[in-house]
């Protein structure tokens, strides 16, 4: 039986990108008000010209306007108005007021979030470029939702076959290698199994860990931080209780299926794991791990060569809503499962205890 408690908030993304066509074509099918509550943040105006461009596909979905999400009904398409009425609207165009109308949206979910009457947000695709003009001040939604949340967050691609985490993000390949120490990759490690517990309902999680140069540094002829950093962290982090495994060798691991064998992979950089993951999962998901909002979105762009066509694939986006959906409950499951097994009991019977597992006497 469905249940559509959770809510769901959609982020319009650029106005100028694919972001309306993804969100309208995922929400298309009636049964998605049934497993969720979605509650889109958006511009209006933008919505009525793309879902023009889809009208010989799907049936006009009807929005239930409300000015937050406390407000939102359940069986229904929220939609909360931001930004700009006027929008100017430019297929294809890296404009600041696309832009502008991004931020409003992403803005107003997050405030939505932070009050707690969301439990996720998905957002659409923005220009880093167009975000950056305006002073948006992130390099991406990761880093974004990291300052929001408080905590490390790290960048994670999921598919039903494939995780690949990224140790850095959205910085130049010519940083990277100054930007890894092992102390850094320690903790993400340790972030990154607990997170695979929690979020993923995996007991025990397997990594396997990349290295950064061919070969995984083929003993040092290729470069040294494979055995002055990468080793050592995975040394430490085993010494923690998690079971990673490597420096492996990036092109040996995906092209023999090797990854197969773990439950997730650590990258080094943004397209050592994300060019494998869109060959193997073209249809994956972007999730921001090591945070407590729960945050996703599909793993592609703003797509401005065929915005406004009609022809986006909508199912990233789809799985991007089922991911979100997945995680909350996943999490509470976690939670519940985890708690102090007394207090739980006395919980459930509705009974406030105080009592602890030292009150309790040593059996004879």
Known sequence: MFDNRIKIGITQGDTNGIGWEV??????????????????????????????????????????????????????????????????????????????????????????????????VVTAPISKEGMNAVGFGYTGHTEYFADKAGGKA?????????????????????????????????????????????????????????????HAGDGGLLGSEENEIIRPAVNKAYAEGVLAFGPLAADGLFASGGYKNYDAILAMYHDQGL???????PEGVNFTAGIDYVRTSPDHGVAYDIAGK?????????????????????????????????ERFEREKGRDVSISLKDIPESE
């Not at 919505?47 to 049936?59: D, I």
């Not at 130049?172 to 100054?178: D, I, L």
């Not at 089922?322 to 939670?335: G, K, M, T």
């Open 310 to 342: 009609g022809v986006a694939d909508a199912q990233s986006m789809r799985n991007a809503i089922y991911e979100a959906i997945d995680i909350v409950r996943r999490r509470e499951n976690y939670s519940r499962w985890n708690r102090h097994p007394l």
């Open 23 to 120: 969100i309208l074509g995922a929400l298309a099918n009636p049964v998605m008000v049934e497993i969720c509550t979605p509650v889109i943040y958006g511009n209006r105006k933008a919505a009525e010209f793309y879902a023009a461009t889809l009208s010989e596909e799907f049936e006009p979905i009807h929005f239930y306007f409300c000015t937050s999400a406390a407000e939102a009904r359940y069986g229904a398409v929220n939609f909360v108005e931001v930004g700009d009425k006027d929008l100017k609207i430019e297929p294809g165009k890296a404009t600041e007021v696309s832009a502008k109308a991004a931020i409003a949206a992403l803005e107003a979910s997050v405030a939505d979030l932070e009050a707690g009457e969301l439990n996720a």
């Open 154 to 214: 790290t960048m994670m691609m999921c598919s039903e076959i494939l995780r690949v985490a990224l140790a850095t993000v959205h910085i130049p390949v010519q940083e990277v290698a100054a930007s890894l120490n092992t102390d850094a990759l320690v903790e993400q490690l340790v972030d990154l199994r607990a997170t695979l517990k929690s979020d993923f309902g995996i007991v025990e999680p397997r990594i396997a860990v990349l290295s950064l140069n061919p």
């Open 275 to 281: 060019t494998p993951f869109k060959a193997l999962s």
